[in-house]
């Protein structure tokens, strides 16, 4: 197993375990604050009497509802969450922004190889000029420029197909670029969309109450 499929599953296994973690948090809160909300009563009267709160305090509605009513907030914002967690790593979307990512990255490192072969090429290419001169050193002078022209022509035709193969690749990986950030934008979008209507049906719940 080499270096990037070792970084790909811990990858993986990371965002994995992540995922979970959330998904675990998000449930606990979104199960226990309701339960906690409805017997704020029980619980929050004896805190108050422990403290010594003022008895406007203990017999206010208002603290009771108001306690009740971060309890349903923060439990709908844990719903949300799940939601969102579901949306960003379990859709068909999401798995094509991975794939993207990832096919992102490989071009990119193919990008960085065919660069420095480039490099080695004209190096080579150099080291090979240099010995070629010195076993002609004694030949004349016309015959030295037309070895040297022809190294320079099949130079430079390596470096123009190596620049026109990583011109493609960066306009291949600007295009990939453009298409991730028009998903992202999408999902955003629709998410937007999605939270919106979740919470206007909410308000008008509260209306028809």
């Avoid at 994995?16 to 959330?22: C, K, S």
């Avoid at 990832?102 to 080695?120: A, G």
Wanted: glycine letters at 2%; a positive charge.
């Amino acid at each position: 197993m080499n270096s990037n499929s070792i970084n790909e599953f811990i990858s993986k296994k990371a965002t994995a375990v992540w995922v979970w973690l959330n998904k675990l948090a998000a449930y606990t809160i979104s199960i226990v604050l309701p339960i906690i909300g409805a017997n704020v009563e029980k619980w929050l009267k004896p805190f108050l009497d422990k403290i010594y709160a003022p008895e406007f305090l203990k017999t206010d509605f208002a603290v009771y509802g108001s306690v009740f009513g971060v309890c349903g907030v923060l439990a709908t914002i844990a719903v949300k969450r799940l939601v969102v967690i579901d949306a960003r790593f379990n859709s068909e979307d999401a798995y094509k922004i991975r794939e993207l990512k990832k096919e992102n990255k490989s071009l990119r490192l193919k990008n960085k190889k065919l660069y420095t072969e480039k490099q080695k090429d004209k190096e080579l290419h150099e080291a090979k000029l240099s010995q070629s001169i010195a076993e002609c050193e004694n030949k004349n002078k016309q015959e030295i420029d037309s070895l040297k022209k022809k190294h320079e022509e099949v130079f430079a035709r390596k470096i123009d197909d190596h620049e026109r193969e990583v011109r493609r690749l960066q306009e291949y990986i600007k295009l990939q670029e453009v298409a991730m950030d028009a998903m992202k934008n999408y999902k955003s979008v629709e998410q937007d969309i999605r939270e919106y209507n979740v919470s206007g049906n909410t308000r008008k719940i509260h209306i028809d109450d």
